[in-house]
């Protein structure tokens, strides 16, 4: 496999908060968008060089992104970007759909009038994006991303979402191309109104149903 190059642009000006933490978070970002490509080689002396810092941090942070799934570590070969097979994808969404449809449930049953009236907001920013003819894949993860989190912050089960946090990481190195499948977004965006419609009626039963269909469908376009 080819080595990983490393963007001078990506590391910049690292705060002085920890500097692993910034180096991560740089690295996390160039994955997603995959300026590093799933199965690459992390050629950790250029990256460090590119970056004006020693390889102490730069394992550091890479020791982070493996514990989050983003990143393999192999014995006397170093570490890769990770790729996820089929098997992987299954059990991420599978877990997620547990996880995010039982967060559902709850906020249909205990979310404020202004919570909700938050999440529709969110959901028309959706709509937006995902107009037929003015398609913007980009905001569209974007937004969705922000729609979820929200619905589970509203849902305030910390442990949960530290556990959806970490599995949305992984669904990331494959989620933009299932948006890119024809039609996606539109069965995306219905999948969201029935949430909507369910949510805003109040009714637990329903909203979880359509958060597990939402999710079996979106595994069904990542495969």
């Known amino acids: ?9 990506a590391g910049g000006s690292l705060s002085h908060r920890a500097l692993y933490e910034d180096v991560a978070e740089s690295l996390r970002q160039r994955i997603f968008k995959r300026e590093l490509e799933p199965g690459s080689w992390i050629d950790e002396l250029r990256i460090a060089e590119a970056y004006g810092i020693s390889r102490t941090p730069l394992r550091e942070a890479l020791k982070v992104l493996a514990a989050e799934g983003l990143v393999t570590m192999k014995v006397r070969r170093g570490a890769y970007v990770t790729e996820v097979s089929a098997t992987d994808l299954a ?12 967060a559902a449930g709850v906020v249909a049953t205990k979310a404020t009038d202004a919570e909700l009236a938050e ?11 995902g107009r037929p003819g003015k398609e913007d894949a980009d905001r569209f993860f974007a937004v969705n991303e922000r729609f979820h989190m929200r619905l589970l912050e509203i849902a305030n089960n910390r442990w949960r979402d530290q556990m959806v946090a970490d599995l949305r990481k992984v669904m990331k ?36 149903q359509c958060m597990q269909a939402h999710f079996s469908h979106g595994l069904t376009a990542a495969a």
Request: avoid cysteine; glycine fraction near 2%.
């Open 1 to 9: 496999m080819n080595a990983i190059s490393s963007n001078p642009r």
């Open 91 to 102: 059990d991420v969404y599978h877990l997620l759909s547990l996880l995010e449809s039982d």
């Open 119 to 129: 999440l529709k907001a969110l959901h028309e920013e959706l709509e937006a994006a």
């Open 173 to 208: 190195l494959n989620r933009h191309n299932s948006l890119l499948k024809d039609g996606r977004i539109a069965e995306s965006l219905q999948e969201h109104r029935a949430i909507m419609a369910a949510l805003s009626a109040r009714d637990p039963l329903a909203t979880t």
